[in-house]
Structures are given as C-alpha cells and as structure tokens.
Nanobody
Framework: QVQLVESGGGLVHAGGSLRLSCAAS????????MGWFRQAPGKEREFVAG????????YYTDSVKGRFTISRDNAKTTMYLQMNSLRPEDTAVYYC???????????????????WGQGTQVTVSS
C-alpha cells in the first residue's frame, strides 16, 4: 500500500515562507506525476502545482507563479513545495497527490490523481 505523508505546514505572517514536504512510502512507488492541491474552508480543492516524476516540467496555477516552487528529490521519494511571499489567501489545507495512471500529463483536477496524503494546514495571518 502506498502512503503519502505531508509535513511542514504551520502558521506564518504574510510575506513569510514555508516549505512543505511529501514523503512516499510503501511498495515500490513510481508515479508519473505528483502535485500539490489546497482546499480552503467552504471552497473546492484547487490545483497549486505539479511536476513529472523525473522532476521536469513544473507547472503552477497563476496565483502562485513566482512565489511557489515545486521540486523532487531524486534520491528520495520526496516532493517539496517552497512557498515564499505568502498571502492570507494562501491559507488552506495543502494536499500532496500522485498519479500512477497517465504518463507525461500534469492534470489540474483532483480526478487526475489516484493517491492522496492526509493534508497539512497552512495558515497565513495578515
């Protein structure tokens, strides 16, 4: 069974930074794509960033471009999201996701991913 475990969330002031991590464990795990989503209270889960398993082709939603950086550690089954210049509107539960079904396509909808972490809370105060 594959498990995705997020860490690194917390409370930060506007303009601050956080680094989220997503560690994969379980049986041999080689997804095609990994991504970060977030969900604020009363809102739908939205795509934040995605990356191919090789570490290539990072892709971001417009609202985080230039502020967030997604990356992979090739030596470990770990993905990161470096979040800088955080804003109160970035407040949400952040989820790590992975897709093992479709090669080479970074989808921006939750249905495009078949593994999910439990989420980590990010709160940005104004």
């Amino acid at each position: 069974q594959v498990q995705l475990v997020e860490s690194g969330g917390g409370l930060v002031h506007a303009g601050g930074s956080l680094r989220l991590s997503c560690a994969a464990s379980g049986r041999t795990f080689t997804p095609y794509v990994m991504g970060w989503f977030r969900q604020a209270p009363g809102k739908e889960r939205e795509f934040v960033a995605g990356i191919l398993w090789s570490g290539a082709s990072p892709y971001y939603t417009d609202s985080v471009k230039g502020r967030f950086t997604i990356s992979r550690d090739n030596a470990k089954t770990t993905m990161y999201l470096q979040m800088n210049s955080l804003r109160p509107e970035d407040t949400a539960v952040y989820y790590c996701a992975a897709d093992s079904r479709t090669w080479g396509v970074i989808t921006t909808t939750p249905r495009g991913y078949n593994y999910w972490g439990q989420g980590t809370q990010v709160t940005v105060s104004s």
